[in-house]
């Protein structure tokens, strides 16, 4: 499996966490993501050639009302 990671910004609370991995898990060909409150970060696994389309994650994450670098 391989991974894209995203710096999130904005995340205080596991209610960001799950609202972040539900807007990342609903873009195309991401088969699994863990999102860490900690490091403010998300890891976005993927199989295969295809991967996700890096604009379309971080537009998600933003429509979620975070940002992602």
Sequence with gaps: MNKIVLKIEGMG???CVSKVT???SAVDLVA???VSLENGSAEVFYYGE????KAALKAAVEKAGFKAA
């Excluded at 295809?50 to 389309?53: L, T």
């Design 13 to 15: 609370c596991e209610m």
């Design 22 to 24: 539900a807007a990342l």
């Design 32 to 34: 699994e993501v863990k």
């Design 50 to 53: 295809a991967a996700p389309n």
